[in-house]
């Protein structure tokens, strides 16, 4: 130090003196505060000695790879994904896969127990790499089209039904053709091998695009909501008759259940919305109700249940989800479905809930009249289906999808899917914890849709910290580009994009997807006594002391495998 620069240190307050140490008293204060109203704050609290250790190493490999991984000189390797790229933790998701899956930290989180996925919706959940060829490989599926698929705006555009028939139909020219006749079944296999583009190749690759959102489409944020929500629905059109033939739907969901158990998920609800078209094998006429499909699903978890690989697998539960933009009619007609399911398969429906685009509506606000006659109609028939809403999944601050957030939580809501808008909201947030409502967080979602530019624009650290309890979910993980069904990728963009959440962070809202999962019926006021108090009985408490009993010994094992000698 310089005479100077003595001099001048000389005239400033010393880190001794009392202003200073007042300061900094007040500074801490404020900081352990604040601490106390996170929602963690009590899963950080009751942490055990070895779970603490793990915390700070994974603390310290995460400031390692901060400087080591995500730095600009790697950004020559991206260089060819996006024009001026800048390589930080958090970034987008489309962008920074390949590299966080090379990553220490992503071991460690794809280790971890994730306890519950509570959002994500069945036909976006298995990878479409697989799904495809699976579908290719399938005897007598056949493929057609609402059009010619001989130009570009066909390709990107047209509508595709998949179907199986028993006998080969060959008609006069191929769907390639400008003179195929629309409507028209081809044998799917032949058909992949006339691709004009490549042959079989080159069909897995357009099918593979009409299936899922691409890199562009992902970081395009420049194109708005409604444009990505355009290409989002058309790919739930290609993707609805890929797996409602019985052979295709056992193998999509034993692909499924391999995924999310490798992925450290034990058990998940999913959405459900998919029209009357399922076909038993060798069968060319749809099933007149949902009764063969749910006997399907249930048949696959046992079977899986019962295979070394599944073994402490806990099952899956359907919320079933109405289309809110169907036509009225149509959506009461989906609720007597939803009924009558619930009353053949009542372990396996655990709720209801309206799904679709918030921004396009109709608003739930619109559809009370419908919803307090599914109300009356359960309790009529004595039957537990709570409401699991979508709600606040937009950009609009007082808009009326905005508003939908007041609806659901008047409504009885349990949980919110997304919740996206509610930081607006202060008494939202209050109210949202004063019910014990949890909110179904799908960051990775909600950057791809262009709510927000990476994880680390997203709202979800704002709900944290005034204390709401949050999940993390993945939403429609196979359309998003994640391939795989698991949550792994959530996990660690929350980990790296966030400072002050680390490990245990992640503990805190893996174990809150636990306490909040419907494993079983429950009456409102059974619900509030799982979800509110600490020590909970049933099958609940007995979830919760599992996954606690994972935690430990995934946390011992970070200590063992990544601990300083």
Known sequence: MSLADEKRDAL??????????????????????EAKRRSDALFREKLSPIARQACDIVDRIREEEKKTVWTPEVEETLAHQAENTTIYPGMMFSLSKKLMESTRLWKIVRRMPKGALLHAHLDA???????????????GIHISSDRPLSDAKAFEGAAILFRFRKVDQTPLCSIWSKDYEPGTLVLLARTAEMYPNGGRSGFIKWLYSRCTLSQTDAVAQHHGVDAIWQKFQSCFNVVDSMIHYEPIFRTFLRRLLRLLKTDGLNYAEVRFSWALDYYRKDCETPEQDYTTMMDTIEEEVKDFQNTEEGRGFWGIRIIWASLRFMPRQSILQNMQHCLATKLTHPHLIAGYD?????????????????????????????????YFFHAGEC?????????????????????????????????????????????????????????????MSHPLPALLANGVPCSLCNDDPAMLGHDTAGTTHEFWQALQGWENLGLAGLGSLAENSV??????????????????????????????????????RFCEWVVEDYGES
């Open 12 to 33: 400033l307050p010393q880190v001794d003196d009392l202003v200073m140490k007042q300061y900094t008293a007040e500074r801490n204060s404020l900081l352990l505060e």
């Open 515 to 552: 306490r909040w999962s419907a494993f079983e019926d429950q009456t409102d006021d059974e619900w509030q006594n799982g979800v509110s108090n600490i020590a909970v009985g049933g099958l609940k408490g007995l979830r919760l002391r599992e996954w606690a009993s994972d935690w430990e």
């Open 125 to 139: 959940m298995v990878d479409f790499t697989f799904l495809i060829d699976v579908l290719l490989r399938e005897p």
């Open 395 to 455: 950009l609009g601050s007082g808009s009326e999808a905005d508003n939908n957030l007041y609806d659901v939580i008047l409504l009885g809501t349990r949980r919110i899917g997304h919740g996206f808008s509610l930081y607006k909201h202060p008494l939202l947030i209050q109210m949202v914890k004063e019910r014990n409502i949890l909110i179904e967080s799908c960051p990775i979602s909600n950057e791809v849709l262009r709510l927000c530019g990476s994880v």
């Open 354 to 386: 309206l799904v679709g685009q918030e921004d396009l509506g109709p608003p739930s606000e619109s559809l009370l009249r419908e919803l307090f006659w599914f109300r009356n109609q359960c309790n009529k028939s004595g039957l537990i289906l709570p």
